[in-house]
């Protein structure tokens, strides 16, 4: 007779048309969190996981404990001496902007050589499904769990996981864990898997730079005024230096120095950067002086401009001193850097280079802080191993540049290991047109998981563990 994992892998494979067509279903609902017009969309997108939980007997609950998108939850009835795993993952997707870009529109689903096209197919929809997928196999193989299970799925990590954070004040002892589980990413390449044991944080904001009561004409005025468009780029050209490092004093102090040992690993994986830069267009870039790219992308903090507005932005020219200027700005941050810090001092030092004649509001959009994890851990062993059985070569152990802000807090507050297991690539378009996921890291990301849970089900829990549980 077959082994459980054989009856599982048979069973993945016998339903891989069911699981494409499940996964085009949830893709339709348009979740975007940041449009108030898709509100209803984002609740029968939690109301479509629920309901997929429940349907695989989960004691399941749609909350919403403050004004936001409602968090789905679900957990197995307990059974003691068993690990307990939290599912995180978000149903919500980004903006589909701009609709004149996509190949086929951006919520109806459809497959192009071998990879399934829609907003949040990557980015994380598809990612989730692959451990709903999973347990449900389980479920329909063994009729049980291999494993308690408890599921987060969220409405507004694409929006900052304020519902989330209120949820988890509320029910810190109820999502006690021994272990977290995050789909949310990319590996390190095409049929090359990964273990990500970082993310950086994230600090935020909207500068909004205001000068004269109105708009001028430029000839008449020109010379008389600070322009706030002409004040805005001199405040953003000192913020980070032609050389990528970032001007703003303190601003480096609490960064952990990567280890060389760390860079070394770094260094060993496999990674072109001129290819890299190649399949983004570019040829050269900017960035800090003695960092590799992957040291850059990953593990040293950053300053974009997001965006950026003031003054005439029609056809021709129009000659006038806008009244007002402003720019979404972000700094990624590594472990350590502290984002209520980073913010004092952004404020302190935008109070010294302000040029005179203009005023400044800083808005806050944003704040997490960065995650690193612990590689000496039964469960990367466990996801290494349920990598392994179901990819074509083991995993490789990375970092990533964004953002997963609830992650922290999860570390912080439930004590628990972090697993974070991206399926996703990153030529995927995840927050971009055209954004993709591939079948096959689909599929494989599905069995890869259905693996982890019978790995994860041999590691002995300590007994103070089991009895955080109420049962
Ligand atoms: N899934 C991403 C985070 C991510 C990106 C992980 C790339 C690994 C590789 C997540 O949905 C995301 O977009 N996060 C935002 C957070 C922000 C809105 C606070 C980000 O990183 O910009
Ligand atoms: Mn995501
Ligand atoms: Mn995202």
Redesign the pocket.
Known sequence: MASVKEQIKGFLESRRATSERILADFLAIPSVSADPHHRADVVRAAKWVAEFLSQMGLHTEVAQPAPGHPVVYAETPYRAGLPTVLVYG?YDV?PAENPALWESPPFEPTIRGGAIYARGAS??KGQVLTHLLSVQAWYEVTKSWPINFKFVIEGE????SLVLEKFLDENGDRLSCDCVVIS???QFGPDQPAI?YG?RG?A?FELRVKGPSRDLHSGSFGGTVTNPATALTMILGRIMGPDGRIAIPGFYDDVVPLSDEERRRLRELPFDERAFWATLGVEAALGEPGYTVLERRWARPTFEVCGLWGGYQGEGAKTVIPSQAGAKISFRLVPRQDPTRIRQALLAYLAKICPVGVEYELVDL?A?PAVLTSLDSPYIKAAENAIKAAFPRPPVFTR??????IVSLFQQRLGADILLL?WGQDDDN??APNEKFSLADFHRGTLASAYLWEFIRQIAVPEKNSDRHSG
């Open positions: 978000h980004q980015d994380d990590e694409e929006v900052g949310d990413g990319n990500t993310l994230i935020y944003h997490s990533e540049g964004g953002s997963i802000p991206g995840t927050h």
